[in-house]
Nanobody, 121 residues
Framework: QVQLVESGGGLVQPGGSLRLSCAAS????????MGWYRQAPGKQRELVAT???????NYRDSVLGRFTISRENAKNTVFLQMNSLKPEDTATYYC???????????????WGQGTQVTVSS
């Protein structure tokens, strides 16, 4: 059983920063693409950023230049550094990863439980 656990969320004022972490634990052969999604109340879940195992990144336009996704493959961890936060960034942030537990099996798309980010004065 592989689990993804997010941490680092919280309450921050507009213009502030937070650093989210997502650590995978359990029996892991390989983690391929990883990403962050978010869902605000009353809205659909949306992609925030993705990163390949080799470090290629992709961001939605609204966070470009403010957020940075990174990963430490040896620690099976992905990060999301969020700067210049805005009230519209308020959402539950979810970690996503494609994980193989055995060499002979295809990867599974796994999700974390989510961490709340609230940007408010």
């Amino acid at each position: 059983q592989v689990q993804l656990v997010e941490s680092g969320g919280g309450l921050v004022q507009p213009g502030g920063s937070l650093r989210l972490s997502c650590a995978a634990s359990g029996t892991i052969f390989m983690i391929y693409n990883m990403g962050w999604y978010r869902q605000a109340p009353g809205k659909q879940r949306e992609l925030v950023a993705t990163i390949t195992r080799g470090g290629s990144t992709n961001y939605r336009d609204s966070v470009l230049g403010r957020f940075t996704i990174s990963r430490e493959n040896a620690k099976n961890t992905v990060f999301l550094q969020m700067n210049s936060l805005k009230p519209e960034d308020t959402a539950t942030y979810y970690c996503d990863a494609f994980v193989t537990t055995e060499r002979s099996l295809p990867p599974k798309d796994l999700w974390g439980q989510g961490t709340q980010v609230t940007v408010s004065s």
